[in-house]
Nanobody
Framework: QVRLVESGGGLVQAGDSLRLSCTAS????????FAWFRQAPGKERELVAD????????NYADSVKDRFTMFRDYVKSAVFLQMNSLIPEDTGIYYC?????????????WGQGTQVTVSS
């Protein structure tokens, strides 16, 4: 059982930067993949970025490529989402998620979410 706790959301202006943190505990993290999702008001939840805990490549949604960077800190057992050049369309609740590496594709573990609001 992996427990995820996000932090770092807030209210910023367009063009600003923000860094989200997700602390992971429980389970064997090296056997999991991690992701950031977001859900804007009235829209479905969408995948922002994801990677395996160890190695692998990072995948980004087209809407955030070249602006967002997902990275990890093994010592802190945390994943981060560095968001630069924020735009109002980035507004939403951001969730950290994890799933065990394997054939099942469902994201099993979720954090509580953190609100990001970008004003124009």
């Amino acid at each position: 059982q992996v427990r995820l706790v996000e932090s770092g959301g807030g209210l910023v202006q367009a063009g600003d930067s923000l860094r989200l943190s997700c602390t992971a505990s429980g389970g064997t993290l090296s056997r999991h993949e991690f992701a950031w999702f977001r859900q804007a008001p009235g829209k479905e939840r969408e995948l922002v970025a994801d990677f395996p805990w160890v190695g692998g490549t990072t995948n980004y949604a087209d809407s955030v490529k070249d602006r967002f960077t997902m990275f990890r800190d093994y010592v802190k057992s945390a994943v981060f989402l560095q968001m630069n050049s924020l735009i109002p369309e980035d507004t939403g609740i951001y969730y950290c998620a994890a799933r065990q590496i394997g054939p099942q594709r469902e994201w099993t573990f979720w954090g509580q979410g953190t609100q990001v609001t970008v004003s124009s």
